[in-house]
């Protein structure tokens, strides 16, 4: 059970966790919160499985970083269109 | 390199998780969110240990900028997101 | 002693991450989700992958946060009346539970499933690591990520930076928000004067990074998000007003960085192969398409942020 | 020598961090809290850059841990006072001894 190996598995936690909560919450806001949290559990099984015996491994840091920089990107435009739901239904 | 850096990380962390507990049962926002400016502040001091414990120079500049950065989350509550969340009782 | 820190480091996350979504008011949520944040980052500090400490640091405190507290601000009428109430709790009928009941019980075996796949999976057979050592002379950086970032995939990088690009002009279709404003809070002397101390201290340190990227962990990612950072912080102490559609000299901006990057592409296309830089120049090539990248990222996030994030315009 | 100061320091650190996080589960009211907060920020995280700035290698490395401490102190003043001049804003009142421990 190495580092790496642990932090995957809390990964594969956090993505389960986050695509729970897509389906269940009901409030845009929260769904976007999901849709992040679903993310970080990918980006961390994708680092966590890659180092799972020790070692630093660049490839997938670099997909990762990207990765969080698209998130950011896409949580902004979602929050954007949140803006624009009619009021009576967020 | 004092030996001490890895258990005073560990004692850190522990301080995290109790500040978590008043994050989230925080009755009013603001606890919440000094709750969150706390996690900021240790973070960094979190950071600072690691990088010493092993973590290497370059986690010194994630504490460098997470110490920048700090201060944006709070104005951005105190001032966007703070409204009296419900009637009565000193809620904020 | 490291298992026991990463084991309540993941415990904090877990529970941070389940707190944030199965919290029954959405001020707790918000901010239960930047604490979450702020733990991701520890974890990738722990799981020595200092690049990405950094741009979880710089983008969950510098945007992330303020993005959706603003987002929070104008769900709430000023007025103070209660946040819009949509309970977490499972609906009180039975047929609702039955229906949470199910989606939790599948989204538990999804994750027991993946976790069995951890266990199984065998040993890679190409170990990546050492064929990124291997190449490392030739790829004009002395940084393992950012050799990897900008040269070997730099493909990837190039279309990441168009899907930022996309996201933006995402942005721009959708004009100014019908929302309510965000109350935006008294000037505070004080905060300026954060702000004028803080703000040259991030543009010094974005250029710290850019440089730094080079040998060691940081780059253009870390960077522009620090600028964009650095905006969010002058348009919080109202020193920089939100931006309307953007004019020429900002849509240069924004395309700039991404249309170096091309520009160096097709010149390069011209030798016959994808962004394989000559081994000589590689490493100035890079330098200039990460200062390009720099300031375009930097002013995409910020934009992300700044654009019609002003009072209501009269559509 | 060196090592036990830095360690001496490391450890105060610490403790002003545990004040810190102890004042903000039992103070009663946002503004005592916010007193807390500070001691964390300013004496735990000054107090560990102390320490680790003794150990650093070379002296630009020593400095650029110094230049975090001002940082943070800067920072959490100004949230410090945005916060509760928010909250006076809002009518909170500080709180009294005799009422009732929230």
Known sequence: ?90 | MTGLEAPLALFLLVNLLAALVRAARGPTAADRMLAALLFGSTGVGMLLLLAYAGGGAPLVDAALVLALLAAIAGVAFAQRAWHRDREGGDDA | MNLLLDGLLVLALLWSAWRALASPDLARAVVLFIVFGLLMALAWARLNAPDIALAEAAIGAGLTGALLLDALGRLQPGTGAPAPESPAQPPANRAGRRWTGSVALVAGLLAAALAYALFQLPAPTVRLPEQVAANMAASGVDHPVTAVLLNFRGYDTLLEVAVLLIALIGLLTLGPAAGRPAAPGPANPLLKALARLLVPLMILSAGYLLWAGAHRPGGAFQAGALLAAAAVLLHLAQLLPAWASPGRLLRLGLAGGFLIFLGVAAALLAEGALLTYPPAQAGGLILLIEAGLTVSLGLILAGLFLLFAGAEERP | MLEALSALLLLAGAGFYLAGTVGLLRFPDVYARLHALTKADNLGLGLTVLGLALQADSLAAALKLLLIWPLALAASATVSHAIARRAAGLGLKPWRPEEKRP
Not at chain 1, 26 to 38: D, K, S, T, Y
Not at chain 1, 73 to 80: E, G, K
């Open chain 1, 1 to 90: 059970m190495s580092a790496g190996l642990l932090y995957a598995l809390a990964g594969v936690l956090l993505f389960a966790l986050g695509l729970g909560g897509i389906v269940l919450l009901r409030h845009a806001l929260r769904r976007i919160l999901a849709f992040n949290v679903m993310g970080s559990g990918a980006f961390l099984v994708l680092v966590g499985l890659a180092q799972r015996d020790g070692g630093a491994d660049p490839v997938p840091q670099a997909m990762v970083l990207t990765g969080i920089v698209v998130a950011v990107a896409a949580t902004a435009l979602a929050l954007a269109l949140l803006r624009r739901l009619p009021e009576d239904r967020p």
